[in-house]
């Protein structure tokens, strides 16, 4: 079992609706949680960070972090055709050694 | 525009011949990463360095599997001999100090082993 989880999707949604991705990890001792995106042939992309339990909003991204229930999610607001790409989520290891380990990723797919 | 460079971006050999990917961090970050990505795997990571020094390839197979890090500028990750298994795209990223785990990826060299 990865220690991160994601829904493997894939979730389509219409222009202008809100996406929204979620994740779920093992590790609680992981501290700090990234949003990737990556399109498709691309490298990963760093959107978004989160280390304290809430919200965070970055645009028209919003992460938001649940210790408590080792959930974190991701919402994208009036969702771009653009915005079509898979979404990796990825912790950070309790230890000193801070490498992350990633989810399997949902693709997302923004209907025009 | 500081960016993590990689060499090749593509590459395909005949199975048992040596590969190397080579890496170029950005300009301070002082800890590299290697990640492999396969459809059935996902993103794995393979090894990483700080400070130039390695401090964990547990996910590398040691077998055929090498990095170094000969410079701050430098990272290489090497395979000797490969195997058609070992097609997959290989990033390098890099970061910087306590937030280390903010990385930042090259573009990848898509490997190709016939």
């Known amino acids: 079992q990865k220690e991160v989880e994601q829904n493997s999707g894939p979730l389509s949604v219409p222009e202008g609706a809100i996406a929204s991705l979620n994740c779920t990890y093992s590790d609680r001792g992981s501290q700090s949680f990234f949003w990737y995106r990556q399109y498709s042939g691309k490298s990963p992309e760093l959107i978004m960070s989160?280390?304290?339990?809430g919200d965070k909003e970055d645009g028209r991204f919003t992460a938001q972090l649940n210790k408590a229930s080792q959930y974190v999610s991701l919402l994208i607001r009036d969702s771009q055709p653009s915005d079509s790409a898979t979404y990796l989520c990825?912790?950070?290891?309790?230890?000193?050694?801070?490498?992350?380990?990633f989810g399997s990723g949902t693709q997302l797919t923004v209907l025009p | 525009d500081a960016r993590v460079t990689q060499t090749p971006r593509h590459k395909v050999t005949e199975m048992g011949q040596e590969v190397t990917m080579r890496c170029q961090p950005i300009l301070g970050h002082n800890t590299v990463f290697w990640y492999r990505q396969t459809m059935m795997q996902g993103l794995e990571l393979l090894a990483y360095f700080r400070n130039r020094a390695p401090l964990d390839d547990s996910g590398m197979p040691k077998d055929r599997f090498s990095a170094e890090m000969p410079d701050a500028t430098l990272a290489t990750l090497k395979i000797q001999p490969s195997e058609p298994r070992d097609s997959a795209v290989y990033f390098c990223a890099s970061g910087l100090g306590k937030m280390s785990e903010t990385q930042y990826f090259g573009p990848g060299t898509r490997l190709l082993v016939l």
């Open positions: 990825a912790g950070a290891s309790s230890g000193s050694a801070r490498q992350l380990t």
């Open positions: 989160i280390y304290s339990n």
